[in-house]
């Protein structure tokens, strides 16, 4: 683990005592979103909540792209799975995710060939060694993710690589934030925004956040440190009455981003409509492969993936937002838990409810 | 069938090639006397006095053969360290191989003499074994199955009822380790200091049960590693574990490996190590008793029982972090 500072307790200890004096100083509950499953992750491996004033509500907004990735997206994937000639090749956490009537890991220990990867480029791999089959790739992700399945698509391009597919399921994090923000109903008063995510896109790409909706928002990094440097900087904007993005995550994140990943981006993919588990359909928030490599999407392989079903009662749509806790949905802990997940939130270990429903154990010393 | 040979399956038929594998490569290997008659079942000496403790597990790691270890070493310590952690002496274990047809007779030889060297280190003997050979594509290259009899002296009472609030969770060496090589092998992320902590533990065990400390209950936190054993004791303890984030000992290859492929070495198999549960009073000298022998010199105090249920971490930061049993695999993260 690199920059033991950045564990440091008494570090902590003191962002955790002037987190609380701000957050007094505003002088009323304030609630603030992250965006990235690894913030998530991060946050929950802490016990960082644990550490927050009362006057500091962190929730968990639409960043992991396995909780964001639709239920049709899913039934495409097993459909074409089904097909003999076709190897699936996936990130390790989508492969528990339920769609309408299967999971991939259902389907694994049928017929279909799933095979884990940790890189699109394992997936080219696969494609290189297989000749005779069809490799596709689950393609989903944000920003971080999308430059380097371009980088695996231009390498099949310049290679000749024939055999290897994708199915496009990448997401953009602009088209959310900014539908979070108009939504009336969400009550959000500041942003955590992504590290990774930042990296790529830059800092100077989140000005519409404070430009436009004059909401408060840093990028922060991934060590308890870093979050709770964020929180202040969030909660002191909200205590001063102003809003602007604050980079805290410079040893990263440059202003400008990075750019080369970016032109690889823009070459292969380019925005279309896309659809959001729990918040349905959202203008240009997915990705579309490119005309000179569209051949290379797995979509137009005739499959019949059923009709999608989205499980009854699941309110993932709005706990993904804010606006209601896990503890108001009527399935969570009864029909939907960490072993049998119905929804989006409890399927990835570190999503809002799969955490709520852990603490919540710990809390009652038993079942939830 | 030697040099360069293949397995047919000829060699799980009963026939010609069956004895022959037996005699060239088993027998010379595990040689003892219970082996010696090839009978159809090895009539052993009479017990010890105590109560007798059988145990049986099964071993299909993916590579067979990794940095400090194979699966024949594997399956051997895996049985004798079943044994030892419920208080038994390790006697006798049985080994039996399921084959692929047409593995290579090397590895064969290699998994054959890992598991000798095993039972060497423990000082147990291999007295009985069965191969079958599946055809190709019908199991990937060996399996192996050992059990293992041994038995538990008199007085010698460790059980999890007996935890109680208050006692110190201590374990022998850093956790994680050889998950992490395993998985680092399969995804080509081999680093000079990773290797497996595969190891018979009978005899730093013994050397536990001999000191008098007052230890109530030990597990080797094999499949799932340190999190889910400790999510079982709690469980059958009715007690709550918790663990200090600063003190349980993680090598930092281990921890690299982890990182970059999003799994949690608390989750992580280990097969040279045990936790152990023992009054507070008794929890300074057993982990100094642990540090003077080879096998334990890296052991520390990680935590403490208290009243509750289930299993947290208090982290280097001062927060608390549930640590829960796993649903179904363990999946690398992508985000």
Not at chain 1, 73 to 100: H, K, M
Not at chain 1, 286 to 295: E, R, Y
Not at chain 2, 153 to 181: F, K, N, S, Y
Request: glycine share 10%; net charge negative; charged share 25%.
């Amino acid at each position: 683990m690199s920059g033991e500072p950045f564990f440091d307790r008494a570090v902590v200890d003191a962002l955790a005592a002037r987190l609380a004096r701000v957050s007094d100083d505003v002088g009323r509950q304030v609630t603030v979103m992250e965006v990235c499953g690894t913030h998530t992750h991060a946050i929950a491996a802490a016990g960082l909540r644990g550490l927050l004033p009362p006057g500091v509500r962190l929730i968990s907004g639409p960043g992991c792209p396995v909780c964001v990735t639709p239920v049709d997206y899913l039934d495409r994937a097993i459909a074409l799975g089904r097909r003999s000639e076709v190897i699936l090749c996936t990130f390790g956490d989508l492969v528990r995710v339920p769609a309408s009537r299967s999971s991939l890991e259902h389907e694994r220990a049928h017929e279909t060939d799933v095979r884990i990867v940790c890189s699109p480029r394992d997936a080219l791999a696969i494609a290189r060694e297989n000749e005779d089959r069809t490799v596709v790739f689950l393609a989903v992700g944000f920003e971080t993710t999308i430059p380097g399945i371009a980088a695996a698509i231009a390498e099949a391009e310049a290679d000749g690589v024939s055999n290897f597919l994708v199915l496009p399921g990448g997401k953009l994090i602009e088209p959310p934030l900014r539908a979070l923000m108009e939504d009336d109903e969400v009550g959000v008063d500041g942003f955590l925004l992504p590290g990774h995510v930042s990296v790529i896109l830059g800092a100077d790409f989140y000005r519409f956040v404070s430009d436009e909706f004059e909401v408060p928002a840093a990028i922060a990094g991934f060590t308890p440190a870093d979050v709770m440097r964020a929180l202040v900087a969030i909660v002191g904007q909200i205590r001063d009455g102003c809003a602007r993005v604050q980079n805290l995550y410079a040893r990263a994140v440059r202003p400008e981003g990075n750019l080369t990943a970016k032109a690889l981006m823009a070459r292969y993919f380019e925005p279309r409509d896309d659809r959001w588990r729990g918040l349905g359909t959202i203008p240009a928030s997915g990705v579309a492969l490119s005309p000179a490599v569209a051949w290379r999407d797995a979509s137009w392989i005739p499959v019949d993936p059923g009709v999608p079903i989205e499980p009854h009662g699941c309110r993932c749509g709005e706990i993904l937002k804010g606006v209601i806790e896990p503890r108001d949905c009527p399935l969570f802990a009864h029909a939907c838990s960490p072993e049998h997940p119905v929804g989006a939130c409890m399927v990835s270990s570190e999503g809002t409810c799969a955490a709520w429903y852990r603490h919540a154990r710990m809390a009652v010393g038993g079942r939830a | 069938m030697r040099r360069n040979g293949r397995i047919l399956l000829g060699h799980g038929a009963g026939g010609r090639l069956t004895s022959e594998l037996v005699r060239e490569a088993f027998v010379p290997a595990f040689d003892n006397r219970f082996l010696h008659t090839l009978s159809d079942s090895a009539v052993l000496d009479t017990l010890p006095a105590g109560r007798p403790a059988l145990t049986t597990d099964g071993f299909v790691v993916d590579p067979p053969v990794f940095p400090g270890g194979d699966l024949g070493y594997l399956s051997v310590c895996g049985t004798v360290n079943d044994l030892s952690v419920a208080g038994a002496r390790p006697l006798w274990l049985t080994f039996s191989l399921i084959l692929e047809e047409g593995l290579e007779t090397e590895l064969l030889d290699t998994i054959v003499a890992g598991a000798a060297r095993a039972a060497r280190e423990a000082g147990i003997a291999i007295v009985a074994g069965d191969t079958k050979v599946v055809p190709r594509g019908k199991a990937d290259r060996a399996f192996v199955v050992t059990s293992g009899l041994g038995v538990v002296p008199a007085q010698r009472e460790l059980d999890d009822t007996r935890i109680r609030p208050g006692d110190r969770v201590i374990v022998t060496g850093p956790v994680g380790d050889h998950g992490a090589t395993v998985l680092g092998e399969r995804h080509g992320l081999q680093g000079d200091e990773l290797r497996s902590d595969c190891r018979p533990l009978n005899a730093l065990l013994e050397s536990v049960w001999s000191s008098g400390l007052r230890v109530r209950a030990a597990h080797d936190p094999t499949r799932g590693g340190l999190a889910t054993t400790c999510n079982e004791t709690a469980a059958r303890a009715r007690a709550r574990i918790v663990l200090d984030e600063c003190s349980v000992p993680i090598r930092q290859e281990t921890s690299a490996v982890c990182d970059l492929l999003g799994v949690d070495p608390l989750y992580l198999a280990c097969e040279g190590r045990a936790v152990l549960f023992v009054d507070p009073a008794d929890a300074d000298d057993l982990v100094a008793a642990l540090r003077r022998h080879p096998d334990g010199r890296e052991s520390a105090d990680i935590g403490w029982v208290a009243e509750g249920a289930g299993v947290v971490m208090q982290t280097r930061v001062g927060g608390e972090m549930p640590l829960d049993l796993l649903s179904g695999m363990d999946l690398p993260r992508i985000c």
